[in-house]
């Protein structure tokens, strides 16, 4: 699970498999107040790679499930 501790901003939380997006979990909010939970993001495919972006950026940029964003190699 991905948790936002201390964030104070909404993000997207892409999870990809591989270079492929497997799930989108889309505008996560921060901590409504200091002291509170965090929101988690628990991802339901397999996947072992993860993007953290600004919220609604996933949807600008038309990623979606299934989509390659990039090679597994293009990262080393």
Do not use: C, Y
């Not at 397999?46 to 940029?61: C, D, H, T």
């Amino acid at each position: 699970a991905f948790w936002m501790k201390g964030m104070r901003f909404p993000l997207d939380i892409v999870f990809l498999r591989d270079g492929v997006v497997t799930q989108i979990a889309p505008r996560l909010p921060p901590p409504p107040r200091v002291g509170e939970a965090p929101v988690t993001a628990v991802p339901t495919e397999l996947m072992n790679e993860v993007l953290e972006v600004g919220a609604g950026e996933a949807s600008a940029r038309g990623w979606a499930v299934g989509m390659r964003l990039f090679q597994p190699d293009s990262l080393h």
